[in-house]
């Protein structure tokens, strides 16, 4: 089976810009979390999706969307982009929840500048 | 609200060495722990995990121990290699409450 893929694997991108990643689960797993990683702060849950629904949310403000489609493939948005939302964005599936065993993509390493 | 705590931050360990990584959890609903490692420009990858109904699990050189009175946990990795090094996660997962959390993460250095 194939690992989770996520897209791009690197992005430079100017402040007040916006950015959409992609994030393809194992096949047959219908849970996508995302996640923000960053030296200082580590790793921080932004949102779980689940059958094309949100489920879930951690602490973010309202720039920080996403979203999943029928296939269970992801996308995750950030509006206006800010200097301290340089961090490496990890993509995880599991079979039906971020209660599970999650299984990472390589994540997209985004800077801004 | 971290409800998972991971010592220590980082270790230099000598090639051979043991390295023993320990992680202390609040949340009594918990009842799954995996551990993920991390090498640079890569996304956590799953270790190993236990259970709370066993003490001990092992998998190769890598063993968890796990106290549930204590609400602790930890890794040992035995005869430690330089292709050792990376960042090692400790997680618990309650699968009742769809809840997981991270502990903060320890840079392990295997020195040859």
């Known amino acids: 089976k194939a690992g989770v893929t996520q897209t791009p694997r690197y992005l430079i991108k100017t402040r007040g810009q916006q950015v959409t990643l992609s994030c393809s689960p194992i096949s047959g797993h219908r849970s996508v979390s995302w996640y923000q990683q960053t030296p200082g702060q580590g790793l921080q849950f932004l949102f779980e999706y689940f059958s094309e629904t949100q489920r879930n949310k951690g602490n973010f403000p309202g720039r920080f969307s996403g979203r999943q489609f029928s296939n269970s493939r992801s996308e995750m948005n950030v509006s206006t982009l800010e200097l301290g939302d340089s961090a490496l964005y990890l993509c995880a599936s599991s079979l039906e929840g971020a209660g599970e065993t999650q299984y990472f993509g390589p994540g997209t390493r985004l800077l801004v500048l | 609200q971290q409800q998972v705590k991971q010592s220590p931050q980082s270790l230099i360990v000598q090639k051979g060495g043991i390295s023993i990584i320990n992680c202390a959890y609040e949340n009594t609903a918990f009842d799954y722990f995996p551990w993920y490692q991390q090498f640079p420009g890569k996304g956590p990858a799953l270790l190993i995990a236990?259970?709370?109904?066993?003490s001990e699990k092992k998998e190769g050189r890598f063993t968890i121990s796990f106290n549930k009175s204590a609400k602790q946990f930890s890794l040992h990795i035995m005869d430690s290699q330089p292709g050792d090094s990376a960042t090692y996660f400790c997680?618990?997962?309650?699968?009742?409450?769809?809840?997981?959390?991270f502990g903060a993460g320890t840079r392990l250095t295997v020195k040859p």
């Open positions: 997680a618990a997962i309650a699968y009742n409450n769809n809840d997981m959390r």
């Open positions: 236990i259970r709370p109904d066993v």
